[in-house]
């Protein structure tokens, strides 16, 4: 996304980093085509319930 030209802020908050370094630690990193497509479907999702509060709560299987 950054090599995409999304401004660092924006990515930092998207994030959920609070320092601005942590976010360029991760802004050279280029996903694999299996990564992305979850980053997608994340991205897809999150629209889908825009600012609800009811979301799913995901648990690490």
């Known amino acids: 996304m950054a090599a995409a030209g999304v401004p660092m802020r924006t990515l930092q ?3 959920g ?3 601005y ?3 360029l630690t991760y802004a050279d990193y280029a ?6 497509e ?3 479907a994340g991205v897809r999702w999150r629209a889908t319930i825009g ?3 009811d979301t799913p709560n995901i ?3």
């Not at 996903?31 to 992305?36: C, T």
């Open 38 to 40: 979850l980053v997608e």
């Open 13 to 15: 908050e998207w994030m």
């Open 31 to 36: 996903p694999i085509a299996h990564e992305r």
């Open 59 to 61: 648990t690490k299987q």
């Open 17 to 19: 980093h609070r320092d």
């Open 51 to 53: 600012d609800a509060t």
């Open 21 to 23: 370094k942590m976010a």
